[in-house]
């Protein structure tokens, strides 16, 4: 126990700390054992924040033995009902894709993934989310995303273990703040000057957008075809701000007062 304080204030000291802002989130997994090997993986590299949205089964003796002595991570891991609220404080959401998906997404490495999540929990919860054992994540909740990271694989047989690609994400996230603190590369991004706004602002403002575009009759509610994934990838890309998020509600609300409705 000792060896592991020490192990976590050398870790405080020289900036690991941003690590703690940055949470795994595992989605419906059947497989308590992977949860423990997940919470192994967190662990070795930094990371605590395990988020369980709906798993199949509960966190068990299989679990534990897979965690291998990470018990304090599944211990404090939080279960919650929906993706919406494992990720709704967040200022960065990247899901993670073992192939490629219909309509296309900003897509990064896992060194790219790693740049862009130590830079934001600096100051904001970053989540990387992870899908299913059997079939990854939906396309509903991979248009969450601001980004999508792959892991390059053999492209016939692209699928790694949950555990195994949780692993390399957070040896990447460890990988960039080491690189960091040795001074050996510069965060790539400029730090901005406010807040990035929350998962749940952006849903609240494409829900705003989406009724004036029906209200202005621009969307058919009976046939909404892509439209609205579409303008949530374009929010995403984007990554507003609270203020820019704030700005363009102002002006739907003065269009639906203008409209009379
Ligand atoms: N058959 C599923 C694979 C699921 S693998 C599919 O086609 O989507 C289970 C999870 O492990 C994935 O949802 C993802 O979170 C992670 N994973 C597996 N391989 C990956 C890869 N090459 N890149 C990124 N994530 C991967």
């Not at 930094?46 to 679990?63: F, Y």
């Not at 018990?71 to 959401?93: N, R, Y």
């Not at 050996?184 to 706004?197: F, I, M, N, Y």
Request: aromatic share 4%; net charge negative; glycine share 6%.
């Amino acid at each position: 126990m000792e060896f592991q304080d020490k192990a976590q204030s050398e870790d405080a000291s020289v900036g690991f700390q941003m690590l703690s802002n940055i949470r795994i989130v595992m989605v419906n997994t059947t497989h308590p054992g992977n949860i423990g090997a997940a919470a192994r993986a967190m662990k070795t590299m930094g990371l605590s924040e395990l988020v369980l949205v709906e798993p199949k089964r509960p966190i068990d003796d299989e679990a534990i033995a897979r965690s291998s002595g990470a018990t304090d991570v599944l211990e404090s891991a939080q279960i919650v009902p929906s993706l919406e609220e494992a990720i709704e404080d967040c200022g960065l959401v990247i899901g993670t894709s073992a192939r490629s998906r219909s309509i296309p997404w900003p897509l990064l490495n896992p060194r790219q993934c790693a740049e862009q999540s130590v830079l934001t929990s600096k100051r904001q919860k970053v989540a990387i989310i992870f899908g299913r054992e059997d079939r990854g994540l939906t396309n509903e909740e991979l248009a969450k995303c601001n980004f999508h990271v792959h892991i390059p694989t053999n492209p016939d047989y692209s699928s790694l273990n949950i555990g195994a690609a949780i692993q390399v994400i957070c040896y990447e996230m460890r990988m960039a703040i080491e690189l960091q603190v040795s001074g050996d590369e510069q965060l790539w991004g400029v730090e901005w000057d406010r807040e990035l706004a929350s998962s749940k602002e952006l849903d609240g403002l494409i829900d705003h957008l989406e009724q004036v575009m029906v209200t202005s009759e621009f969307l058919d509610p009976e046939n909404p075809r892509y439209i609205m994934t579409r303008m949530r990838r374009l929010f995403n890309r984007a990554m507003p701000d609270k203020v820019e998020v704030n700005v363009f509600r102002g002006i739907l609300s003065s269009i639906t007062k203008k409209l009379g409705r």
